[in-house]
């Protein structure tokens, strides 16, 4: 069984610390929506204040912004996952955003940040969340727009930890995590969650009998779903776990990237020739390659289903990403995996697979 989730944090890790800039300072929370609860309460973002979101965005994230007393609001994301900084303008006029999220969907980096005239058309209290979940953080490579600019990352989809760090400029971070005691059992709860489900991918490896491999898997996809309704429900934010921040400063970020470029180009190659109008393209350029989450695909709605059906029956257990969008409801993405747990025996299978499925709708 293919784990689609990071697993092995050995491979993950170097011998060399990553340092920071002496500009940015960082915090590390439990989650992404941990660190967001906690910049909103020291920013003094005041309750019914409006959240705009891009419509390809997590619905659960959702909820949990309006169950913390903010409103959401959405602007317009294309079917390739772009969106025109006109439009975004022109919505940012009318619906008065106190917190703007922008987004690097599937890890593809998001021009809205290139084309920054925009942003010097809008309030400047405003604060401005780079959302980066999707992605392997350089420090060393961040750049900061505005004051009041916050990037976030979301670990535990990327790499084998679990917890979030903040990167901002020193005088917009003026404030530091919250105690350790502080949601204590809610984040012990995720923690424990989070490693029963990475015990579990992992017994997957070690297991080849195909029946117990699915059962395993289906288990700790159980654990992994029941962790991520969890995070964010607590209505103070918690710190990120002590060891995981050590860790995580110990990442080999430039192997990361390497290997995952080397393992989109491979999909690429093997999936030249699937039919594009079953499987479309996001498009993303050269530097995109090695901080992608997962190799992605768009697949029309009406045979989205059909398709993830005919995946699950060769064993490969892929979700649609994000289904609980807007942008979910007009097409389905599905993602390949990539990770330094997923060897090239595992990379071919997949791509087997999937031209498999290309041929029979060829
Ligand atoms: C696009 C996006 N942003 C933010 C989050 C929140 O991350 P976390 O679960 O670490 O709070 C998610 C969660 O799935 C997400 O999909």
Redesign the pocket.
């Known amino acids: 069984m293919i784990s689609t989730k990071p697993i092995y944090l050995y491979k993950y890790l170097g011998l060399k610390r990553n340092k920071i800039p002496e500009v940015i300072r960082r915090l590390f929370y439990l989650?992404?929506?941990?660190a967001l609860w906690d910049i909103l309460d020291k920013k003094n973002v005041k309750k019914e204040s409006v959240v705009l979101v891009p419509e390809f965005?997590?619905g659960?994230?959702e909820e949990n912004i309006r169950n913390h007393g903010y409103k959401i609001k959405y602007y317009p994301v294309t079917k390739k996952l772009t969106t025109n900084s006109k439009q975004l303008l022109i919505i940012i006029k009318k619906v008065k955003p106190s917190v703007l999220i922008i987004?690097h969907s599937v890890g593809i980096k998001n021009k809205l940040l290139d084309i920054s005239d925009w942003l010097k058309k809008i309030d400047k209290n405003l604060i401005l969340i780079e959302?980066c979940?999707?992605r392997v953080i350089d420090p060393n490579r961040l750049k900061f727009l505005k004051r009041n600019h916050f990037i976030i990352d979301?670990l535990?989809?990327v790499v084998p930890l679990q917890g979030?760090v903040v990167y901002a400029q020193k005088n917009d971070i003026n404030f530091f995590e919250p105690p350790m005691l502080q949601s204590f059992i809610y984040a012990t709860s995720v923690t424990l969650l989070w490693l029963v489900m990475n015990i579990f991918w992992s017994l997957t490896q070690i297991f080849n009998q195909v029946k117990l491999s699915i059962c395993l898997s289906n288990c700790s996809n159980y654990f992994m779903k029941v962790g991520?309704n969890l995070?964010?429900d607590s209505k103070k934010p918690a710190r990120g776990f002590f060891l995981f921040n050590f860790l995580q400063q110990y990442l080999d970020i430039r192997k990361i990237k390497l290997v995952k470029r080397k393992q989109v180009e491979f999909y690429e190659k093997k999936l030249k020739f699937l039919p594009r109008s079953f499987f479309q393209k996001v498009y993303y350029d050269n530097n995109d390659k090695g901080e992608l989450i997962a190799y992605p695909l768009i697949l029309p709605i009406k045979i989205a289903h059909k398709i993830k059906r005919k995946i699950e029956g060769e064993g490969l257990l892929l979700d649609f990403e994000?289904n609980d969008s807007k942008w979910s409801k007009k097409q389905k993405i599905i993602y390949l995996p990539l990770g330094l747990h997923i060897s090239e025996s595992q990379l071919g299978r997949i791509s087997e697979i999937i031209n498999q499925l290309g041929l029979s709708y060829s």
Not at 31 to 34: G, K, M, V
């Open positions: 989650s992404w929506e941990d965005f997590c659960d994230v987004f959302d979940v999707h979301s535990r989809k979030s991520y995070i964010g994000l």
